[in-house]
């Protein structure tokens, strides 16, 4: 006990405050560019491009496999960078200005329809897109257990961050649609990248990291490595938000096939349903917020999952628009359930790894909770390829004879089996990482014990 307060002392009393609002609006302008590419690159290389399934496929698979050779490189020279600025802030700084620019280039296709270098064109700035995404992701989240060490800034400041990630999905998810029908995607491409430069930046210069902090004893990349790989608890915590990531992904990316496909409406209902469903994710996160302060975050995951899952469960049984918005309406509210608690739950665990070897590897830790985000993307692809497998729809000009099934099954069958993977796996993270033993240090450290 005395080691814990000891260290929390120092913290709290080490270097400049860093506003919980100026670092929240960073997951404002980190959310934007990524959000565009997750939920619209297939609509528009199968769709509008005229890439086949199987071809997408192919680019989410090999994007994954480069994310997972670099991710623990990026954590690890994060960790050891030693600058005026601090560790994350020169990564955040130099990486943001040519994300936009691959951004851009991806919707900037400079073939014609048909050009055998299509898929080629647009694999590689896929794969720059999201690789540039990961180091400021990585970098971004690293900050978060380091600048709000108390379980109490922590929620305030993660609701906060979540609320802006939301704002940044109703532009970039659910305007996108009506936008890109009259501008096209590449001018929404350019006016999104500017603004999360903008964002980033604002929130990079706005944070001050805590110069004790930084290592003083040199950790090799084996060792850090090793340390992280021993803990079940993040293997666990992984594959439960890997498997959650991969339904969230799926919902958004295959919302605009189901309707267009299944229901056979406008693009317009694309944008409606995704604003209803992140207004109430917004509520939802409210809501949340208010029971985290008396519940564990990981007791708030588990339900928060659960609750995606029943949702899933319904959209088997949605056949119009109404019953659409409803059923993903309460998925919404899940999620703003997952979203509320399943950073809390990863401090938490970065929390127990300092306590455990005395070292702080934000970066590693970080990396590996990206890695198992993003590994999303193999199966992701696996589902596009079984939907071209199994229904047949190549591309928007051959879409098959059932594209409306291929559509369900992107859009709720695969993400329910997914979902309930990542329910099965939250029960097998230790319980010692509830939040309110770290509410009780800080009382002890208020009251001098």
């Not at 939920?39 to 698979?61: E, H, M, P, R, W």
């Not at 020279?77 to 200005?97: E, F, H, I, N, Y």
């Not at 305030?156 to 939301?166: C, E, G, H, I």
Request: a positive charge.
């Amino acid at each position: 006990m005395q080691k814990r307060r000891d260290h929390s002392s120092a913290e709290r009393l080490g270097g400049r405050t860093t506003h919980p609002l100026r670092y929240a609006v960073g997951m404002f302008g980190t959310s934007i560019p990524i959000n565009l590419l997750r939920t619209y690159a297939a609509i528009y290389c199968i769709d509008q491009v005229g890439i086949t399934s199987k071809q997408f496929s192919i680019i989410l698979f090999v994007y994954t496999i480069v994310d997972v050779l670099n991710i623990f490189w990026f954590g690890y020279l994060s960790d050891r960078t030693q600058t005026r600025w601090g560790r994350r802030k020169p990564w955040l700084v130099v990486s943001t200005p040519l994300l936009v620019f691959s951004l851009i280039g991806f919707f900037s296709l400079p073939f014609s329809e048909g050009n055998v270098w299509i898929g080629v064109y647009l694999g590689i700035f896929y794969i720059l897109t999201t690789a540039l995404d990961l180091i400021i992701n990585l970098n971004y989240g690293s900050l978060f257990p380091e600048l709000f060490p108390e379980i109490k800034t922590r929620i305030k400041t993660n609701l906060l961050r979540q609320a802006f990630q939301v704002a940044a999905m109703v532009i970039s998810i659910a305007l996108t649609p009506v936008i890109t029908e009259r501008f096209g995607y590449l001018s929404v491409a350019v006016i999104y990248g500017v603004l999360a430069w903008f964002m980033i930046w604002f929130s990079a210069f706005g944070c001050h990291e805590r110069f004790h902090h930084q290592p003083k004893v040199k950790v090799t990349f084996t060792e850090s490595f090793s340390m992280v790989m021993r803990e079940k608890n993040l293997w666990t915590y992984g594959f439960a938000t890997a498997f959650y990531s991969i339904s969230f992904a799926l919902f958004m990316q295959s919302m605009p096939f189901f309707i267009k496909y299944a229901l056979h409406l406008d693009a317009t209902r694309t944008s409606l349903i995704f604003f209803v469903v992140l207004l109430v994710t917004v509520v939802g996160m409210g809501v949340w917020g208010r029971i985290s302060c008396f519940f564990s975050a990981l007791n708030v995951l588990r339900v928060g999952t659960a609750i995606i899952l029943f949702g899933f469960f319904l959209l088997l049984f949605s056949n119009d628009f109404l019953t659409l918005t409803l059923f993903s309406s309460l998925i919404g509210f899940g999620i703003a359930g997952v979203m509320i608690s399943s950073d809390l739950v990863g401090a938490l665990l970065i929390d127990r790894g300092y306590e455990k070897h005395k070292k702080r590897l934000e970066g590693v830790y970080s990396s590996f909770f990206n890695l198992m985000y993003r590994v999303n993307g193999i199966f992701i692809g696996f589902a596009f390829f079984l939907v071209e497998q199994f229904y047949h729809f190549s591309s928007g000009t051959s879409p098959g004879d059932a594209p409306d099934q291929a559509a369900k099954f992107l859009f709720v069958v695969f993400p329910l089996a997914t979902a309930i993977l990542s329910l099965l796996m939250t029960f097998f993270i230790s319980n010692d990482n509830d939040n309110t033993q770290y509410v009780a240090n800080e009382t002890h450290l208020k009251e001098g014990e």
